[in-house]
């Protein structure tokens, strides 16, 4: 039996990286998924692999109407919508803020933080009018709560994915939709080995530098973002409502103690 049996998820951006892995895990405890992306060859090709436990649908998140489509194919094809995952997004503009063109902000701002704005909308309109509750999950950072984590647009766009998730939750809890975001740390998927101008072939290199900076020694995975995903979107996580859950091997929290000055 498993975790997520007779439940309908949304997830966006589960072509590849975090959003993949959170389909796949779902999927193997039990749920239902539809994949939304715009990368339309390889997010047909996971809910392929999938089977009949998932189906995929053109989304590009900056446009309400396209998430709007995406969270109505759930109950159109399997009656109901339990869990949304608002995952999508990218690096978006980096450099100076001196540099940094209205346009840049923009559409940065569209894809990290309207497009969960439009995602908590549809799937809370759902799920009020099942009158069952439900689980919105949306992807933040550690950028959100340590400036010096990622570039100024991104990291502002998570912190107010955070405080949006927050102020919602109070709305939502109340018809026992639990509104929760996950902030992971440094994770090497293609988007980031993409943004910093490298292919799959420094993969590993990569993963063993981010493994370098953390408490914990081990370079974090998208299966990692999937299992925190997987408990918050399970009855086990029912009375968790309004949180950023920081998943990152420590990477936050400071230093390894082996490589503090004063111990």
């Not at 339990?82 to 990218?90: L, Q």
């Amino acid at each position: 039996m498993g975790k997520l049996d007779g439940k309908v998820a949304v997830v966006t951006g589960g072509s590849s990286g975090l959003g993949r892995a959170i389909a796949r895990r779902f999927v193997a405890e039990g749920a239902r998924v539809v994949i939304g992306d715009i990368a339309d060859e390889a997010g047909q090709e996971v809910a392929d692999s999938l089977g009949d436990s998932a189906r995929f649908r053109h989304c590009d998140v900056t446009r309400a109407d396209d998430i709007e489509a995406l969270v109505r194919t759930a109950p159109a094809e399997w009656g109901r919508l339990d869990i949304m995952v608002n995952n999508a997004g990218a690096v978006g503009a980096r450099g100076s803020i001196l540099d940094i063109t209205p346009d840049e902000w923009g559409a940065t701002m569209s894809l990290l933080l309207n497009s969960v704005f439009f995602g908590i909308r549809s799937a809370g309109r759902v799920m009020v009018d099942q009158g069952e509750g439900g689980s919105i999950i949306s992807m933040a950072s550690i950028a959100a709560f340590t400036p010096g984590n990622g570039p100024h647009v991104y990291g502002t766009a998570k912190a107010a994915v955070v405080h949006l998730t927050q102020r919602v939750s109070l709305e939502l809890g109340e018809q026992r939709i639990r509104v929760n975001a996950i902030c992971p740390g440094g994770i090497v998927t293609p988007l980031v080995l993409g943004a910093l101008g490298l292919g799959e072939e420094h993969s590993d290199m990569m993963k063993e530098a981010t493994a370098s900076m953390r408490p914990y020694p081990r370079p974090g995975s998208p299966e990692d973002i999937a299992a925190a995903a997987t408990w918050l979107a399970s009855d086990d996580g029912e009375w968790v409502n309004g949180q950023a859950i920081t998943v990152d091997g420590g990477e936050s929290v400071g230093p390894r103690w082996s490589d503090q000055v004063v111990k």
